[in-house]
């Protein structure tokens, strides 16, 4: 299964429940495991959530991580976005 990161300014969370709709057969068919920071429970720490959840799914074996960027996020200056895109 791959994992889909969603990485997205918040004025842009139409947009990706709009991708997340789109996606929806191949989650429901458990290709893709699609995730984002809505998903992230109330008073655990933003950054090393991201950070856990990219590194799991990392030690799953032979799987395919992805991330999905918002141009918006991308050009605010998300510094956990352009972290992101040099990692994975």
């Known amino acids: ?5 969603f990485s997205y300014s918040h004025e842009d969370e139409g947009l990706r429940n ?3 709709v789109h996606l929806a057969m191949l989650k429901r068919e ?3 495991e699609a995730w984002h920071d809505r998903k992230i429970p109330a008073g655990e720490e933003f ?3 991201i950070d856990a959840k990219l590194e799991e ?3 799953e074996g032979p799987r395919a991580n992805y991330v999905a960027t918002t141009r918006r996020a991308v050009r ?3 510094t956990k976005c ?3 895109q040099s990692k994975y």
Request: proline share 0%; with cysteine; net charge negative.
């Open 76 to 78: 605010d200056g998300c």
């Open 18 to 20: 709009q991708l997340e």
């Open 82 to 84: 352009s972290t992101l």
């Open 1 to 5: 299964m791959a994992a889909l990161f």
């Open 30 to 32: 458990s290709v893709i």
């Open 57 to 59: 799914a990392e030690g």
């Open 47 to 49: 950054d090393r959530s």
